[in-house]
């Protein structure tokens, strides 16, 4: 019996990092899984249990180990399913940037809520900290920096072309971890991974390419290993935002950490913030001791569809 950890899945076989190197891997027969209605059984990230194959290099999956946590989105495929996006995660970095292209505070909120609801710490990183701003991009850098580290999520500012700034800055971050990595297209994920792992060859695109129609195409999540920091960084291309999977309304505020606090001080107890009277969110707000912009953010997330039942 051999154990590891599932780096790659290109649908039917899976690489698996061993203590001996990566193998391939497969699963045989009906996998049974627990609770969650799944597209695919197993995950990058998973620690599984491998069977050595008659004969081959090839390995069989026995076992997957309970996942601490994972990050899912809805299937596009199956009504009701999930697919497991990656597991086993110990932060996650949101990378953004303020322009080409410009990240909106919507999108990350959108981010944060699904990242509290998998309880996974999270970090935004400021990438092309190299280019000049603008006016308004220097407004919403500060924007960044006031509305979230107060929360409890650190906004860094870095260039993924310097290499010095991520060996320096970044790298520590990582030490020991796992860590997903994440952000719209264009905005520096792959440039930062090549970077960091010379073997990753991630292709880069120049921001004009991503006009062109077809440039989403669906890659499944990678995670590889960061050389003298026993980290993995998790790619996930494609992916523009994961998560918020049947969140009900009541739910909602409690993935915005500076409502939690006060959530049991409404006057309704199904309350949901919006217009209700004796609703102490929408005071907290009129006194200043929630953003307006992360206030606005929660109304926009509760009305959308996808928060509904
Ligand atoms: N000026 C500048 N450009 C960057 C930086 N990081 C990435 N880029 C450029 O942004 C474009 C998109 O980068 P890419 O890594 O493909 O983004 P991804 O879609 O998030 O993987 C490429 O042209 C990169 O060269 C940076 O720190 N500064
Ligand atoms: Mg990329
Ligand atoms: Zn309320």
């Known amino acids: 019996m051999k154990t590891g950890r599932v780096i790659k899945s290109t649908g039917s076989w899976y690489e698996v990092l061993t203590e001996t190197g990566p193998v391939r891997a497969r699963l045989r027969g009906k996998f049974k899984q627990q609770g969650l209605k799944l597209t695919n059984p197993v995950a990058v990230g998973d620690q599984v249990t491998l069977q050595a194959e008659s004969q081959q290099e090839t390995y069989t999956i026995q076992e997957i180990a309970p996942r601490e946590n994972y990050v899912i989105r809805k299937s596009t495929r199956k009504a009701h399913h999930a697919h497991i996006i ?4 110990d932060q996650a970095f949101l990378m953004v940037t303020i322009q080409q292209p410009r990240t909106s505070l919507g999108f990350i909120d959108r981010f944060l ?10 970090t935004i990183l400021v990438n092309k900290a190299d280019l000049p701003l603008n006016e308004a991009g220097e407004e919403l850098l500060q924007d960044l920096h006031e509305i979230y580290e107060p929360l409890g999520y650190p906004v860094l500012e870095l260039s ?9 800055g970044f790298g520590p971050l990582l030490r020991g971890k796992t860590t997903l990595l994440s952000g719209h297209s264009g905005v520096g994920k792959s440039t930062l991974l090549n970077q960091l792992v010379p073997g990753a060859r991630q292709t880069t695109k120049d921001i004009s390419a991503y006009s062109a129609k077809g440039v989403h195409t669906t890659t499944f999540a990678e995670m590889f290993a960061v050389e003298g920091l026993d980290a993995f ?12 999977l049947d969140i009900e309304e009541q739910e909602l505020s409690h993935y915005f950490v500076e409502m939690r606090q006060y959530l049991g001080e409404c006057k309704y107890h199904n309350c949901r913030h919006v217009s209700e009277p004796g609703c102490r969110i929408i005071e907290r ?21 996808d928060t509904h039942r």
Request: glycine share 6%; no cysteine.
């Open 86 to 89: 990656a597991s086993n995660i």
């Open 113 to 122: 809520v699904s990242t509290e609801s998998f309880r996974i710490p999270t």
């Open 160 to 168: 993924a072309l310097h290499e010095q700034d991520l060996l320096e």
């Open 233 to 244: 960084l998790i790619d996930t291309p494609g992916i523009k935002e994961f998560g918020v």
């Open 285 to 305: 707000v009129e006194e200043g001791y929630i953003h307006p912009y992360r206030y606005e953010n929660y109304v926009n997330l509760l009305h959308e569809e």
